[in-house]
């Protein structure tokens, strides 16, 4: 019986302690992020832009901050999309034409859903992928132009 009478002693004189040192593990544990490479982090504060967290050992404000969205900032392709078009010479011809975008500014680009964000990113560059594409039939080939989501 000692056994237990000096660790029951043990932990009354230093409970206080261990409760702080736990309390201090999960702050540490809580306050350090690690971003991938492939990706970026959204930081937000009370709902706020806080943050755009790059790769590597980030620290934020445990139980303030969040992290918001986890966005990738690999190059990604849109499905092929093909169309038919009259020419300024009237030739029917087939446009075949394939989308890459990145995703170079995660801040801006933070979306009100994340499970249903890349969806949405992928149907508006879609959208202007299309609108470009009828726009430039029939003036040529020309040089490929950045799709900037956000006009």
């Not at 690690?34 to 982090?41: D, G, L």
């Not at 890349?118 to 202007?128: A, F, K, P, V």
Request: hydrophobic share 40%.
């Amino acid at each position: 019986m000692p056994l237990e009478d000096m660790l029951i002693g043990l932990l009354e004189n230093n409970l206080a302690w261990l409760l702080l040192a736990l309390l201090v593990v999960i702050l540490i544990l809580k306050s350090v992020k690690i971003v991938p490479q492939s990706e970026q982090h959204v930081i937000e504060r009370f709902g706020r832009l806080r943050a755009v967290l790059g790769p590597g050992i980030n620290m934020i404000v445990p139980f303030i901050d969040h992290v918001a969205h986890k966005i990738s900032i690999l190059e990604r392709q849109l499905p092929t999309a093909s169309q038919d078009a009259i020419t300024r010479d009237n030739v029917l011809v087939q446009v075949d034409t394939s989308v890459f975008y990145r995703i170079t500014d995660a801040g801006k680009d933070r979306l009100p859903h994340p499970q249903r964000g890349q969806r949405n990113l992928n149907h508006r560059g879609g959208h202007r992928a299309g609108r470009d594409r009828q726009n430039g039939l029939g003036r040529g080939a020309g040089q490929p132009q950045p799709i900037d989501h956000h006009n």
